[in-house]
């Protein structure tokens, strides 16, 4: 008898995952083969023979404020984790974008441009390369002596320099002796099961994709200089004198906010050891890249808060900024904040790691365990960029999305999280307000609306605000309208599932659509077909009401499968609020019945998608004799 049940739980399993899958999603060829070679699973787990590959940094960094040079010595120890035999070596530096020569999205002045890299001695094995890498883009190419044979690993030493542009970008110089050091070293570039290895050029755009490594590294900075980096750091007793390292030191284990050093301890040169130059060592284990900051005169600000209640670990909360950036005063609270709510509410994963700081420079831009932001003159606002980056943690450092060409896959999570905590700090109607004027209206009423494209879209192949609605506007609406959809509990149920089988990987949107088809038990390929491979847009209206009064039809003219709210208004001045989720345009995509249960007499029907503005709402209200 119990074996009869067993075989029968095993057929409704089956039969249940098959029903899952029956309606296919459109796959490229290199993704169909990354699942028929198991690499990746239908079920959305990494599949049998998921792999990739690793690198440990040991970097020595110095920067000169005089020159604005930066030298480093690094040794990496990579290995290949692959079936396959490796005869070279894609070598990615982000900072060759300000060479004259490389391609970009945009222009730039005099200022923004430079040298690049500059590598003064190549070894691979203790073998010299002649490569100095002048003839490099942003990502380089070495021919191997010897190739690299699957499951080994290889030993890399390079030294290189680079100066950094006078106009900052994602990084560079902030003012005279302020800088924001960024994408400065060399690194392997990443050799995935589905592309190879990845050889897109950085055009400042699009944004990046990197292996998680492990980092031990040093900044060396003059006297005075405080220096912020990703990862912990190793030495505050050698680089602080004893009061201002004993500051930092309580800082880690109390919710006070503390003012490590403010603007005349810094003026005085009583802040760092004074030795010439002091070497600031740090480590990072398990991420995806490394970044600092240094200046003379920022102010320093610092507290910690508790980010996973169950072990009570605590992440340290640090601000960087100059004596005019006001927005910066109320930093350390707003991402204590910030690092409370997203741990606990979405995506609600603990975060995940040691430290946050926020940077004052002009990027509006994530790194991981840092932010360097612009001053804005708007707390509200400032706030609210600070947020975005901080949300990004997740998408892509602790899910390692492959931002160049599937942008959505984090930019419109870190929007989603940007407008769900909006909600907790400053109520649905300011959230839902901001978010439909700096998210979706220029979407939805933009005049070039050819510029819309799937979003399933490579992010190379789109531009100006086709590539803006697809990573961002667009994206995060599909994801609430699923929230929507599947209800908070078990949306979150998909979500982690999504996440703990991901972080520290790289999935890619395939991965997302068939963890949330698993962890939801549904058949979710319907929505995810009408939401990243078509053309759709938001725009539905009232197709008119039955003889009767009794079923009102609605038209989804633009396609997207949204929710909505029906308003109806009654004779006697009173109204009703009947909601729709997406699930409604399932089995009918274009046309939707809403069955009224009320007999009094309707005055007015009125359609409101909220958030998912429409693109002709003057269709979306019937008025009634």
């Given at each position: ?16 995952t ?6 296919e999603?459109?796959?490229p060829?290199?993704i ?14 990494p ?17 000169d ?8 010595t ?8 692959s ?26 002045n005099d200022?923004?441009?430079?040298d ?23 990502v ?13 690993k290889?030993i ?9 542009s006078?106009e ?8 005279e002796?302020t ?10 570039s ?6 190879g290895?990845?050889?897109l ?22 006297k005075?200089?405080?220096?912020y ?7 505050p007793?050698e ?13 880690y ?14 003026k ?22 490394v ?6 005169h920022?102010l320093?600000d610092?507290?910690?808060v508790?980010?996973?209640k ?11 900024y100059?004596?005019?950036?006001t ?10 904040y910030a690092?409370?709510?997203f ?12 430290k946050?700081?926020?940077f ?5 831009m994530?790194y ?8 804005m003159?708007?707390p509200?606002f400032?706030q609210l960029v ?6 990004h943690t997740y998408?892509?450092?602790y899910?390692?999305?492959n931002?160049?060409?599937?942008a959505?896959?984090?930019?419109g ?8 905590i ?14 439909k004027?700096f ?6 009423t ?16 789109v531009?100006?605000a086709?590539?803006g ?5 667009k994206?995060?609406?599909s ?8 209800g ?8 982690h ?6 972080n ?8 997302y659509?068939?963890?949330?088809n698993?962890a939801?038990?549904?058949n979710?390929?319907?929505f ?10 938001l725009?539905?209206?009232v ?14 003219i633009g396609?997207f499968?949204?929710?909505f709210?029906v ?9 009703a ?17 809403i069955?009224l ?12 998608g ?7 709402p ?8």
């Amino acid at each position: 008898m119990k074996k009869k049940i067993l075989q029968f739980a095993v057929l409704a399993f089956v039969l249940f995952t098959q029903n899952i899958f029956a309606q296919e999603l459109y796959m490229p060829r290199n993704i169909k083969e990354a699942y028929a070679n198991e690499t990746r699973s239908k079920d959305g787990k990494p599949g049998k023979n998921y792999w990739q590959n690793h690198g440990k940094y040991n970097m020595e960094i110095a920067v000169d404020p005089k020159t604005r040079l930066v030298t480093g010595t690094e040794t990496i120890i990579y290995e290949n984790n692959s079936n396959d035999t490796l005869k070279s070596l894609a070598i990615r530096f982000v900072n060759n974008l300000h060479k004259p020569s490389s391609p970009r999205g945009s222009e730039v002045n005099d200022d923004f441009l430079s040298d690049g890299l500059t590598i003064t001695s190549f070894k691979i094995e203790n073998e010299v390369y002649k490569e100095d890498a002048r003839k490099w883009g942003t990502v380089g190419t070495v021919k191997l002596k010897k190739a690299i044979l699957p499951h080994s690993k290889t030993i890399l030493n390079i030294q290189w320099n680079y100066p950094l542009s006078k106009e900052s970008g994602r990084e560079g110089q902030i003012d005279e002796t302020t800088f924001f050091v960024a994408y400065s070293y060399p690194r392997v570039s990443v050799y995935d099961d589905y592309n190879g290895w990845d050889k897109l050029p950085h055009t400042d755009r699009q944004e990046f994709y990197n292996d998680f490594n492990d980092y031990v590294f040093s900044v060396k900075a003059p006297k005075d200089y405080v220096v912020y980096a990703t990862g912990d750091l190793l030495n505050p007793d050698e680089v602080l004198q004893p009061d201002f390292a004993s500051r930092l030191k309580k800082s880690y284990a109390t919710d006070e906010i503390l003012h490590i050093a403010n603007e005349q301890e810094m003026k005085s040169g009583i802040v760092t050891k004074q030795y010439d130059w002091n070497v600031w060592k740090f480590e990072a284990k398990n991420i995806s890249d490394v970044c600092f900051g240094l200046s003379d005169h920022y102010l320093w600000d610092a507290s910690s808060v508790i980010v996973d209640k169950k072990t009570n670990r605590r992440a340290s909360v640090q601000a960087a900024y100059d004596i005019k950036g006001t927005d910066f005063v109320n930093s350390v609270k707003n991402n204590q904040y910030a690092l409370d709510w997203f741990s606990n509410n979405w995506p609600g994963v603990p975060y995940p790691f040691s430290k946050m700081t926020a940077f004052q420079g002009f990027a509006d831009m994530e790194y991981p365990m840092m932010c360097n932001d612009s001053e804005m003159g708007d707390p509200v606002f400032a706030q609210l960029v600070q947020d975005h980056e901080v949300a990004h943690t997740y998408f892509p450092f602790y899910m390692g999305i492959n931002e160049t060409r599937y942008a959505f896959m984090d930019e419109g999570w870190a929007t989603t999280f940007e407008y769900l905590i909006g909600i907790a700090e400053h109520g649905k109607e300011a959230a839902d307000k901001f978010y439909k004027d700096f998210r979706v209206k220029k979407y939805i009423t933009d005049r070039s609306t050819e510029q819309d494209q799937p979003i399933i879209t490579m992010s190379t192949q789109v531009s100006g605000a086709g590539y803006g609605n697809n990573s961002y506007g667009k994206a995060s609406l599909s994801y609430l309208a699923l929230k929507d959809m599947l209800g908070d509990d078990l949306f979150k149920k998909a979500l982690h599932y999504y996440m703990d089988t991901w972080n520290g990987k790289h999935p890619i949107p395939w991965d997302y659509f068939n963890s949330f088809n698993t962890a939801a038990g549904r058949n979710l390929n319907w929505f995810f077909n009408n939401w990243f491979f078509t053309n759709n847009y938001l725009d539905i209206a009232v197709k008119g009401i039955s003889a009767d009064k009794k079923v009102i039809t609605v038209e989804n003219i633009g396609g997207f499968a949204i929710p909505f709210d029906v308003i109806i208004t009654y004779a006697d001045k009173t109204k009703a609020t009947i909601h729709q989720t997406p699930a409604i345009w399932e089995k009918s995509p274009k046309t939707a019945k809403i069955i009224l249960k009320s007999t009094k007499k309707i005055e007015q029907i009125e359609l409101d998608g909220g958030i998912f503005m429409d693109a002709t709402p003057e269709n979306n209200i019937l008025h009634l004799k």
